[in-house]
């Protein structure tokens, strides 16, 4: 089974920018979509960012024109840099594999492979 290693999570001042990292077991090929999500102490885990095999790209409206996701397929990694960073940025980011469609969470179930997740802490 895959193995998902997320990094690059820490403190940073409101404004501030953070690129946080995935590092796949192994190459995807195929008709995967990857993403990144993000749960808040409290909340439920919700979708960031998207990636598709063409690179078509989807953004919760909460982060669109701050964040960017991309990969690099020959290193098999996901990226996820953000940019304009607020304290409501503030949460445990995950990132996701999932085959013939988006990873997805709700009603307190996700699917897909995932990750441990790194922290981000936005401060004032």
């Known amino acids: 089974q895959v193995r998902l290693v997320e990094s690059g999570g820490g403190s940073v001042q409101a404004g501030g920018s953070l690129r946080l990292s995935c590092q796949l077991s192994e190459y995807t090929y195929g008709t995967y979509y990857m993403g990144w999500f993000r749960q808040a102490t409290g909340k439920e885990r919700e979708k960031v960012a998207v990636?598709?095999?063409?690179?078509?790209?989807t953004y919760a409206d909460s982060v669109k024109g701050r964040f960017t996701i991309s990969k690099d397929n020959a290193k098999n990694t996901l990226y996820l840099q953000m940019n304009s960073l607020k304290p409501e940025d503030t949460a445990m980011y995950y990132c996701a594999r999932k085959r013939d469609s988006p990873p997805y969470c709700g009603g307190g179930y996700c699917r897909g492979n995932w990750g441990q997740g790194t922290q981000v802490t936005v401060s004032e």
């Open positions: 990636i598709d095999r063409g690179g078509t790209t």
